[in-house]
Each structure stands twice: as structure tokens, then as C-alpha cells.
């Protein structure tokens, strides 16, 4: 008898889910994508946010034929790399200098460490929830710890391993403090703000569903780091080239010393990136001593396929047709909502929309969605609207927080008014609970 030899019987466990289904995906186009008994489904997961014009665009395909016929393993340099370094710098706030990964992880993984040299000081604050990828350095306090953080006297929280297998001695390294509370933050600041090298936040809480930093958060965030001389590393893997073209630090003004991307950066391609401070970027060998690189980094179909993904991103109009496709899945999710008569918080940008069942108020913190998020009502809700087998992913419940919902530019209103169709039939065949009815 055959048997998986696919550990765990997947390929990518942080994103797989006892309750996803199809397990089995034969092909992907536009928004959708062919699941095994040939059905076409609407897809709302869309590459973990990464296919931002959708499966196989055009665009990004006829890149890859180029590489194709140039040679596509390559790494050496040539003048595509320095088109994307430019493109990056023209477009990115805070990028003066580029330098290229492979993912997400990576670029967290060397931001910090650039901060930490540049700084010499080791310590790293992180807002809880905010994700950066699986790094060592900085899988704590997500939304697949065991439980939200306990507060310290100075309001910064329980370290809480996001994953078995970590180096307890790295523990120390690390402050998790919670999103949009300015008090804490001084606090701890004012108790080891000597110490701390660099802070890395996600500008908008993607990873909990979208949850948007205060007003002024980040702006106030800025400041505490030019005060302390600390690093302010942007993870914009998931916001970059989605909620703008600059990405979150564009929308928000409020411009970091670095920032990581990935995703849809990429759009399909496997590519990331550092960007930021020249004085901070030129610490990389060479000319500096802080090592980055690596025999996959920066293959010629990747530098490609994102080059070819930028100039499509570039497009006059892209980001407000986005933006009105984003506003019109927010509108609609929230008219089913009150239509059925659920309590629900709904906010999302640039396509990627959290649906937050059973929350009355905004959320501000890992700790609040996690402790009002109502999972048990939105796993049936899913259950349900996957058994009829038209969509792939739509709310998904993942972890602790809600997985958003993520619409690509080639998704149609008529696409997204299934959505609305499918949840409306949910909630029509499932009243509302409170979690803990
Ligand atoms: C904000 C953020 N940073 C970093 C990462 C890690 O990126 P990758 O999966 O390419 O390692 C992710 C992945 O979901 C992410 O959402």
C-alpha cells in the first residue's frame, strides 16, 4: 500500500488546517482554482496573500518564458537586479538601499540582526500577534501560542513560544508588548529602552484580521524609537504593494528605518526583500560585516517575475480599483452582518478583509479579539459554506484570531456577491450564538 511521505501529510504546516479542504488543488487561474474532482472553486485565500493579480497573471507568466530562454537559475548580477533595486527605491518611503531574500522569514531574520549590529544592543520588542514569519528570533507571542501573554508589572507580556523547538536561551532576547498601547511602550522604554535594538511591528495587524494601529500609533511609535536611538523595523511582507504601492508606512506616513517584504512583492514568485536606511543598509557585506545571502537568493526568474510584478502593481489606478474592490467586500460583509443580525467587526485593506464574528468594538490587541472572537460560530459557519464547494478558504478559521478573507485584483463584484451569498445562507442556516452559549 501507498502511503504519504509527506511529513504530517502536507507541505507547509503553518499553513495548513485540520479544516481546509480541498486538500488536493490540481491547477489555479485568475481567482480560482480546480480541486481534484475538477471542480472550479473561488479562491480566498490567494496564495496566503501573496497573489495580489491572481494565479499565473499574464504578466508575471511572460517573465518567467524570458527566463526561460536567459538562463533562470542564476544568481549573478545583471541589470534586472538593479531595475528592481531602483523600482523598490522610487516606490518605498523609507528604501534607499535594497537588498533581496527569499522570504518573508529571511528578511525579518536580517532586519533584526542589521539592527542589532547597527544599534549593539540585542533585545527586540515585538507586538503581540503581529507575525514575521517562522525566525526563531521572533516566534513569540503569535496567534498559535498557547494563549495570549499575562501582562508584567511594566504592562509588557509573558514571553509565549509560537512553536515547540525554540532555544529557550532566545527567550530573553525578546519583549512582547501589546498592540496600540502607548503607555506600556513608554514604560518599558523608560526600564530597558538602553537595551533595545530594534522594534518590528507589522504597521497593520494583518496576521489578527486586520487590525489598523491607532491613530497617531505609529507616528508616537517613531518617536519613541528616534528618542531611544532604536531601530524601527516595518514587517511590511503582508501590507507592502497592498495597502499602497509604498506600502503601509505610504498610507500611514510614518516612514521606518527598514522594512521586509515578500508576498506580493513577488506576486507568485518566491522573492523578498530588505529595504532602508542607506547608513543601516551599507552594515551588509559589502561593504560591511553583516552576512546576507544565500545560493537561492535572487535567481534570475525571481528577479524577473518581480520585476515584471511591479510595473503591473505600477499601473495608474491599480491601488484605487483594489481599494473600491477592498471597500465594497467590507461593505457587503458587514450589510450580511446586520442583515442576520450578528455582531461582527469588519475592517480590511487592500483586499485582505477581517472578519471578526461576535466582536462588538474595534479590537486593539491580540488579547481582545482572541478573548471576544466567537471561533466555535465562525467554524460552523465555515463548515457550511465549504460543503457546497464553490469557494476555497472563505473564512477560514485558522488560530486563536480569524484568518482575513483575501480578494486579488482579478476577483469581480459578481465574485465577491457569492461571498456575500454563501455567508448570508450560513448565518440564515446557523443563528447566531455568543461563544459562550
Ligand atoms: C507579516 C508577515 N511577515 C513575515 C511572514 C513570513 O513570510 P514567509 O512565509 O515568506 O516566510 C509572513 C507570512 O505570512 C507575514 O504575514
Given at each position: ?290 552576512e546576507m545571502s544565500g545560493t537561492n537568493t535572487a535567481r534570475r526568474m525571481c528577479v524577473l ?10 499601473r495608474p489606478g491599480f491601488y484605487a480599483e483594489l481599494g473600491a474592490l477592498n471597500d465594497y ?109
Amino acid at each position: 500500500m501507498q502511503t504519504d511521505a509527506r511529513a504530517g501529510g502536507v507541505l507547509a504546516g503553518w499553513n495548513h488546517h485540520a479544516e481546509i479542504g480541498p486538500t488536493g488543488i490540481l491547477r489555479a487561474d485568475g481567482a480560482t482554482v480546480v480541486d481534484e474532482s475538477g471542480r472550479t472553486r473561488l479562491d480566498f485565500i490567494m496564495g496566503w496573500g501573496s497573489l495580489l493579480l491572481g494565479h499565473r497573471p499574464a504578466a508575471v507568466a511572460d517573465a518567467l518564458r524570458q527566463a526561460l530562454d536567459d538562463g533562470f537559475g542564476f544568481q549573478y548580477e545583471g541589470p534586472p537586479t538593479v531595475d528592481l533595486a531602483a523600482a523598490m527605491c522610487e516606490q518605498i518611503p523609507c528604501a534607499q538601499k535594497v537588498r533581496l531574500a527569499n522570504s518573508g522569514l529571511e528578511a525579518t531574520m536580517y532586519a533584526i540582526r542589521l539592527a542589532r549590529h547597527f544599534t549593539g544592543r540585542s533585545r527586540v520588542l515585538k507586538f503581540e500577534g503581529h507575525f514575521h514569519g517562522l525566525n526563531d528570533f521572533l516566534l513569540y507571542n503569535t496567534d498559535n501560542s498557547a494563549a495570549p501573554g499575562q501582562a508584567r508589572p511594566d504592562g509588557s507580556l509573558e514571553v509565549m513560544s509560537g512553536s515547540d523547538g525554540l532555544a529557550r536561551v532566545l527567550e530573553s532576547e525578546i519583549i512582547p508588548v501589546p498592540f496600540n498601547d502607548l503607555a506600556v511602550l513608554e514604560r518599558v522604554f523608560a526600564g530597558h529602552g538602553q537595551d533595545i535594538g530594534a522594534v518590528i511591528c507589522e504597521p497593520i495587524a494583518m496576521n489578527i484580521g486586520c487590525i489598523a494601529p491607532d491613530d497617531g500609533f505609529l507616528a508616537a511609535l517613531r518617536e519613541i524609537c528616534d528618542r531611544y536611538q532604536t531601530v524601527l523595523i516595518f514587517d511590511e511582507v503582508l501590507t507592502g504593494y497592498r495597502v499602497a504601492l509604498g506600502g503601509a508606512q505610504q498610507l500611514f506616513g510614518v516612514t521606518p528605518d527598514l522594512a521586509c517584504y515578500g508576498k506580493a512583492f513577488g506576486c507568485g514568485v518566491p522573492i523578498a526583500a530588505v529595504a532602508g536606511r542607506a547608513d543601516i543598509m551599507e552594515c551588509l557585506a559589502p561593504p560591511g560585516t553583516v552576512e546576507m545571502s544565500g545560493t537561492n537568493t535572487a535567481r534570475r526568474m525571481c528577479v524577473l517575475g518581480a520585476r515584471a510584478a511591479l510595473a503591473e502593481l505600477s499601473r495608474p489606478g491599480f491601488y484605487a480599483e483594489l481599494g473600491a474592490l477592498n471597500d465594497y467586500l467590507v461593505a457587503g460583509l458587514r450589510r450580511v452582518c446586520e442583515d442576520r443580525g450578528v455582531p461582527a467587526y469588519v475592517t480590511g485593506y487592500g483586499g485582505r478583509v477581517g472578519l471578526h464574528i461576535g466582536v462588538e468594538e474595534r479590537p486593539r490587541t491580540m488579547a481582545q479579539i482572541a478573548k471576544f472572537w466567537n471561533r466555535s460560530y465562525h467554524v460552523s459557519c465555515y463548515r457550511h459554506i465549504a460543503a457546497r464547494q464553490q469557494t476555497f478558504g472563505l473564512l477560514l478559521p485558522l488560530r486563536l484570531c480569524p484568518e482575513p478573507i483575501t480578494v486579488c485584483a482579478v476577483h469581480t463584484r459578481a465574485d465577491i456577491d457569492l461571498a456575500f451569498s454563501l455567508l448570508d445562507d450560513a448565518f440564515s442556516a446557523l443563528p447566531y450564538r455568543r461563544a459562550d452559549s
